[in-house]
């Protein structure tokens, strides 16, 4: 039998002590009831919760679009932002060669777009896009986001002019709403093929729908073990109401203590960089969802050992503003054993012949501990190794205690309005029609 995520509360006990985090987790069982009941706020998005079931019988389907591409083209891009982009960045990148584009052996390239507005991006990917055979996933819920929507403007005309229309309307896929949106009517005049994102799925909570389940898919990660180890931890969390043994009320209940105790900064933390944008998908996660009416823990993310040479003088001697949680992980993919060498002239010998990930867990103790002495609280979530099972379980479990914490805040956990603050004043500034007064008095503001 496989482990769980293992939740490890020993390094914040100087701030917070044990009993407090039960007696909160307890407490916050009221919190997964009524999740589970669909009585709380946001209870029409909740559709994430039974995924680990729900998105099976989409499986096969979603294999045979993803291998349909695989076989009509050696890259795909991928269009979307937010929660309709980093899911699958997320689980791409955590589990990906770490240099793709370099093997040489035969592999299919995923490149992301409509994540930005930016000119140099967009045309240096067609330059790429010029003499790749590539395909296109394009991914909005809305069906109305500008970058996204911008993008697939650009890449769907750059398609058609390279392929011709027929050919590329059979290598664009569009994930979105079942009904409304342009993208959706865009999709049925052209005769692509199309994948639902549920009604009751918010784009930070939609991994385990085609959203994430496509591109993942596309780039040849098996899809089932993810899902699979997203049921596991659904099992051990969701109606365990034992609070000490269920690791998502423990850890919504940890860092809320830790947040009333004046930590308003929680940071990610990976000791490697495949994990960086899993802290991406995360920061959207617990940024969107609890940061409102004034409320919310900042999340903030580092790749250690990288940002210990940069970041990591703030984290130990800066304000007391921060605590950790840290991602550890065992054990790595792969082998490499230290050599050693004749004159030692590096002095690096007393090393020879130890596994590099046993100075990087060294690493990672050192800096558990000399964080701690300088007093940041260290939750650790500890998996034995970063494979689609995990990383699936790290998605549930995230997700889980997301929603439980922000109901802990009693704030509503599955909206986002203050995203449509900054669309307004871009939408005014561009002149779109509707928005010509208030484009009138921000530009005045400008002056
Ligand atoms: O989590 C969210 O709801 C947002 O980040 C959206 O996913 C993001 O704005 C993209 O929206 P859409 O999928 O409608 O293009």
Known sequence: MKENIIINLRNIEGFVQYEEVV???QQSVRHLDSLNA????????????SLPDDILPQLDRIEKTAKHLRSVSDTTVVIGIGGSYLGARAVIEALSHSFPSLLKSKHHEIIYAGQNICEDYVSDLLEILDARNYSIIVISKSGTTTEPALAFRIFKDHLENKVGKASAADRIIAITDSKKGALRSLADLNGYETLVIPDN????????TPVGLLPIAVSGLDIRALVKGAK???????HNKNAASNPALMYAAARNLILR???SVEILVGFTPRLHFLSEWWKQLFGESEGKEGKGIFPASVDFTTDLHSLGQYIQEGQRILFETMISVKNPKKKLTIPSEKDDSDQLNYLAGKR???VNHNAEMGTVLAHNDGNVPVITLNIPELDEYYTGQLIYFFELACAISGYILDVNPFDQPGVEAYKKNMFALLNKPGYE?????LKERLK
């Open 232 to 238: 596991a931890i659904e099992e051990l969390t969701r």
């Open 201 to 208: 799925i918010g784009g930070r909570y939609s991994v385990l």
């Open 261 to 263: 105790g004046g930590r």
């Open 356 to 358: 590099l990930s046993e």
């Open 23 to 25: 007696a909160l987790a």
């Open 38 to 49: 669909g009585t709380g706020a946001g209870n029409d998005f909740l559709g994430w919760l």
């Open 437 to 441: 007064e208030a484009g009138k008095k």
